[in-house]
């Protein structure tokens, strides 16, 4: 299933995990140096929804701020 918003297209992105060694100086260490950095995915909320759409009712992927921001009409 692929991770996209079908209304505003909100996707997957790539980051990184930053870990850092040492103690920081206002703590009475040398300061923190970065160590190892690895990939990482910032995955969107998404939820299927039956929601209306040209007068039809349709399941679509939505991510959960258009849902709460209206940008859809849910079916009961």
Known sequence: MARRCDICGK??????V?????QAKKLGGVGQHIGVTTKRE????????KALIDGTPR??????H???AG???KVV
């Open 66 to 68: 258009c849902l709460r």
């Open 71 to 73: 940008y859809v009409t």
């Open 42 to 49: 910032f995955r969107p909320n998404i939820v299927r929804v």
């Open 11 to 16: 996707g997957t992105a790539s980051g990184q």
């Open 59 to 64: 399941t679509i992927k939505v991510c959960t």
């Open 18 to 22: 930053v870990t850092r060694k040492g």
